[in-house]
């Protein structure tokens, strides 16, 4: 019979050994918990960040709507309309006849507040009128008696009792005295352009004749009273029949309409007026209806009877600077009216069925397209704002509100060539702003995609040899002593603020380079070469010389090599530059080579952020070189294989997915960097893969322009989807790494 023995104290070290474990358990599962939480959090604020980005940028590719706010009853009698349009706050539309009267209409109640008719002589009758650009609201009458009269339509603005007032009221621009231009008779088919200092008015006379009067202000300096003087001009090769005029508003150039042909003149000098170009329009057998200036004067947008629109403006040829079609709008209604806006380059167009259609130029949107209740309109203008668009047809004044808040933007604009107005041909341009008034914003991603690809192709092309080169000698031939020393040193230089980096590189290194371009070729070709023959000797030296050397610190003999080729290079810098390019390596470059030279380039700013980039990329390679398990070079090595093989045929290929993982890890950094490409580059956005020539990269484009973009506008909308674009390529990147990293852990996790 077997007897148990029970020792002292057993049941209570049991008692205490499952109280641990429980209590261990408890924390691992706590732990697995907060770690799950964490990395959900982690993944939840990803997910935020990447729909708030779409929810900025989606009302960008939104497109305009347009809705019926009011209309007004005009009285039967009243003439066809020259022009209409309202103020900016669209609660006032105003209506001028070709006759010349001006009537005011209430947006709110729906009354006529004044009307104003033409003061003309007795017996003086209306023989021509004609409508400025839409920006500048005025109008001119020519008058049977050969006079003049330009009007312009104001608004003011008072608040009594804090309420806004908005008073509409005409001036006349050329005093209350008549304005002869033609002595000899009447005025037909007026078309003028005024300034403070100029005005010109092309008119026929009552034989047909075309003529041009240019009116040149000069400001007299006892009465401070601007004097006119005149010159007069016969147009003697202008077509006798001609359906439509237009003048720039510089004073340049004269168009006239022909069925299928524009003649355009030069009339900057009056009295040499010439002949610029005959423009064929001709387009199957539609005629044309309409013929417009863009804002800017720029762009001619001619429209057919077809609905067919095309875009003209000057190009840069061997004959000078002449019109030629750019791009084509295709699929719109038979156009009856066409308009545009004051500042932007959209326009509108109806169809004698009452079909608008709204388009915008430089990013060939069709906007919208749809059908409202103004058959038959007979004139068509924006508010100032572009928010407002009155149209006079049906014998009513219609009021619409337009919502058309991003028109410059579409795909094709953002990633696409685009040919800009003054352009010699389709570029990707990214410029946002301008002091001009006419400027159209060019916001082209390619450029910043570019300069983002080019600026980290530069930084791994400087990094990548350097800390892969590092990583497998520090982890594979260094000593323990020297690796413990070197390893987090170059681990802290990760710390380093890159402010720091591109303050130095932008304000030290970018010069050294310029001053030094021979000393830095004589650098990039030596140091290798002096490295090697180092090592040479030192496999030359004798064994006893050899055992004199602390084994330990073998590396550390490089130091003093390197330092002396670097001091070498730019100490014979100056020679060689005056031997080999006569004292200036730039004007070397620039002229004889014909390359671009920046100071702030993508050489400097390689150099620089390689440096940023080094610490990572060096990290995780050393990791998974230093990790291959020592079975597997023991046994390579026991083999017979030399270090050499052993480290290319076993070592480097079990460490690969780490060593792709850091380059890809290296990568991701490199292309989201911004204080670096900020300051050591010229951040011009340019495609240009020249070493010598700068970029600008989507991070520092954001850096740069947000604080000063309108938050809603166009312009800051696109700057977040630049941010969208630059989240992709980083997110992209770092995934990858981080799946290639993990499953490197899940290999060798059993080993």
Known sequence: MESQVTQPGSAKNNLLIDGYSS??????????????????????????????????????????????????????????????????????????????????????????????????????????????????????????????????????????????????????????????????????????????????FAYQDD????RLNRQEGEENMMTEEVEWVAVEAVIADAPESVSQVTMTPDHRQLMMSTNNKIFIYDIRYADEIELLQV??????????????????????????????????????????????????????????????????????????????????????????????????????????????????????????????????????????????????????????TSGSDDFEAKLSLMPLAFGTMKAAMYAMLFAVPLAIAGAIYTAYFMSPAVRNVVKPTIEIMEALPTVILGFLAGLWLAPLIEDHLPGIAILLVMLPFSILLTAFAWYSM????????????QELMLVPVIAFIGWFSFTISPSVELWLFDGDTRQFITNDLGITFDQRNALVVGIAMGFAVIPTIFSIAEDAIFSVPRHLSNGSLALGATNWQTLTRVVLLTASPGIFSAVMMGL???????????????????????????????????????????????????????AFVLFIFTFFFNTIAEVVRQRLRDRYSSL
């Open 23 to 200: 209590r261990r358990a408890i924390k691992d599962k706590a732990a697995q918990i907060g770690v799950t939480i964490g990395g959900t959090m982690v993944f939840v604020a990803l997910l935020l960040i990447f729909f708030y980005l779409l929810y900025v940028i989606k009302p960008i590719f939104d497109g305009a709507s347009v809705t019926p706010v009011t209309q007004i009853e005009l009285s039967k009698d009243e003439s066809t309309a020259l022009m209409v349009g309202s103020d900016e706050q669209n609660e006032v539309l105003y209506r001028v006849s070709t006759s010349g009267v001006v009537n005011f209409y209430s947006a709110t109640t729906k009354q006529l507040i004044s009307s104003h008719e033409p003061e003309l002589a007795p017996g003086v009758t209306v023989t021509s009128s004609a409508a400025s650009e839409p920006a500048e609201q005025r109008f001119a009458l020519g008058l049977s008696s050969g006079e003049v009269q330009v009007i312009g339509i104001e608004f003011g603005v008072t608040y009594p009792d804090n309420q806004r007032v908005i008073t509409p009221k005409i001036r006349q621009l050329l005093g209350s005295e008549p304005f002869v231009v033609n002595p000899d008779g009447g005025i037909h088919n007026l078309i003028f352009d005024y300034s403070d200092d100029m005005m010109s």
């Open 207 to 210: 034989s047909g004749q075309w």
């Open 279 to 432: 423009l064929d329009v001709k387009e199957g057998n539609a005629k044309v209806s309409g013929l417009d200036l863009l804002p800017g004067a720029s762009s001619i947008l001619v429209s057919y009877d077809s609905g067919y629109i095309s875009q003209y403006f000057q190009v840069n040829s061997e004959k000078g600077r002449l019109y030629q079609k750019i791009r084509d709008f295709e699929g719109v209604k038979p156009v009856s009216v066409m308009t545009t806006e004051f500042y932007r380059k959209s326009f509108a167009v109806l169809s004698d069925e009452g079909d608008l259609t709204l388009l915008y130029t430089t990013s060939e949107r069709n906007l919208l397209e749809e059908r409202f209740n103004i058959a038959g309109a007979k004139a068509m203008g924006f508010s100032p704002r572009s928010n407002g668009l009155v149209v006079d047809a049906g014998n009513k004044l219609h009021l619409f509100a337009v919502d058309n808040t991003h028109p410059e933007v579409s795909w094709s604009a953002l990633w696409q060539k685009v040919w800009y107005e003054g352009y010699p041909e389709p570029q990707y341009v990214w410029q946002s």
């Open 542 to 553: 004798p064994d006893s010389w050899k055992q004199r050397l602390p084994e330990t610190y």
């Open 668 to 722: 991701g950094r490199a292309v989201g960097e911004t204080m670096i490409v900020l300051m050591a580059t010229g951040n011009t956005a340019i495609l240009e893969w020249s070493v010598f020539e700068g970029m600008r990269t989507l991070a520092a484009n954001i850096a740069v322009e947000m604080p000063e973009s309108a938050i809603g506008s166009s312009h800051y909308r696109v700057l977040f989807l630049a």
